[in-house]
């Protein structure tokens, strides 16, 4: 058969971290081992029977059985539109600072394109969510990295942009809160990331999918838009996955600048045909009526969290107690790299947990455990890794 070269764009990207945990995974499983995996980030609790209720009823409906418009249903931007302005204190127009999204990973890795060309530089915060680089890689872009460390909060450091790399940065990407670390951001941080990105008409991306995944009322986590001035330069990424336990059916949104909520759409226009429409009608019921059901769920998580916090801590695992999102990120023992304890752990307890430095180099010496599984089992698997410890 004949083999064809894939594009540079793929030969580029760096090497796949997790083949190796992959293959031992393989590798353990056919030993018969029961396999715990705390690696992924996918909500194991189901979606709330209301939402899918409200899918099969609008599943039904002819009308939803066409082509959608591309940037999505005006009734579920304004549903948007209605909930930031209840959750954030934010007032957004449906018709032009919201844009539907196939899940919010569609749009991030989207987005580049309509505002970065070849040679242009992109900031990006690593440990982070690998579609960043990814996205800039793929259209050409230059990637200048301001690595999140444990001594500044898991904050990049504004100040180490030179004035030259401001002129040049296309747009800067933030997380928060943030995935790998866990680490929130406080309004002063933002208010000067704007102020900054304004100096210097610097696009600011938000992803902000974990900010329902809070632990305590008085941390609820900010949206960049209720930063003065933040309208100018930003757009904000969110999703109904995390929120309401949908990851499986593609459902997000972007919010923000007009001009740039625009720009994502011309590339919609021409990539994609827009969410299906009943999904569409079950995420209106979810902005509208889910927070009861994510109010529990964030009661699940955080007996998860202390449950997992405090064996860590008994077994002298290092690993700050988030106030959101559903990660731990924790140090792996004094003299062992993240890779070589993940695939360890893996290999003598069938515990998938994943390794820092595969959310880029600054995570070297870091792991992360993703709390989806029931108490019982995070128990379980962390009571295996404490006997290899």
């Known amino acids: 058969m004949t083999a064809f070269p894939m594009a540079d764009r793929l030969a580029a990207l760096p090497p796949y971290l ?24 996918d909500p194991d609790m189901p979606t709330p029977d209301f939402i899918v209720e409200a899918l099969c009823e609008a599943a ?15 009734a579920f931007r304004a549903a948007v539109a209605d909930w930031y302005k209840a959750r954030f204190g934010v007032s957004l127009d449906p018709a032009s600072e919201v844009v539907s999204l196939i ?10 394109l309509a505002y970065v060309n070849p040679g242009d530089l992109v900031l990006v915060c690593p440990p982070n969510y690998p579609v960043y680089p990814v996205a800039t890689g793929f259209c050409g872009g230059e990637v200048k990295t301001l690595p999140l460390l444990e001594q500044n909060d898991f904050l990049p450091d504004l100040d180490a942009v030179t ?13 928060y809160p943030n995935n790998p670390t866990a680490a929130t951001a406080p309004r002063s941080f933002y208010e000067k990331l704007v102020a900054k990105a304004r100096e210097t008409n610097t696009i600011v991306v938000s992803d902000a999918a974990y900010t329902e995944m809070y632990y305590d009322p008085s941390d609820k986590p900010l949206s960049i838009l209720e930063i003065e001035g933040a309208r100018d330069v930003a757009i904000e990424f ?10 499986g059916w ?9 001009g740039l909520v625009k720009g994502l759409g011309k590339i919609k226009e021409n990539v994609d045909s827009g969410i299906f429409q009943a999904v569409q009608e079950a995420g209106i019921a979810a902005l509208r009526h889910g927070e009861p059901h994510a109010a529990k769920f964030r009661d699940v998580y955080k007996e998860r969290r202390d449950v997992a916090v405090a064996a860590l801590a008994k077994m002298g695992i290092a690993c700050r107690t988030p106030k959101a999102s ?3 990120w924790c140090k792996v023992p004094a003299g062992q790299t993240s890779a070589a304890f993940v695939t360890r752990v893996l290999q003598e307890t069938g515990v998938v947990v994943t390794p820092g430095n595969g959310f880029g180099a600054p995570g070297e010496g870091y792991f992360r455990i993703a709390m989806t599984v029931p108490v019982a089992r995070l128990e379980e698997a962390l009571s295996r890794i404490a006997g290899k410890l």
């Open 60 to 74: 039904k409906k002819p009308a939803n059985h066409q082509y959608p418009d591309y940037v999505g249903l005006l």
């Open 250 to 258: 593609r459902i997000g949104m972007a919010v923000g600048n007009a």
């Open 18 to 41: 997790f083949a190796e945990i992959d293959r031992v995974k393989a590798e353990v499983r056919a030993r018969g081992v029961d396999i715990i995996s705390l690696g992924i980030g």
């Open 238 to 247: 969110h999703s109904l996955s995390k929120t309401y336990n949908m990851t």
């Open 103 to 112: 899940g919010s990973k569609e749009g991030i890795a989207h987005f580049p």
């Open 163 to 175: 004035d030259a790399e401001w002129a040049r940065a296309k747009m800067i990407f933030v997380n």
């Open 326 to 328: 559903f990660y731990l």
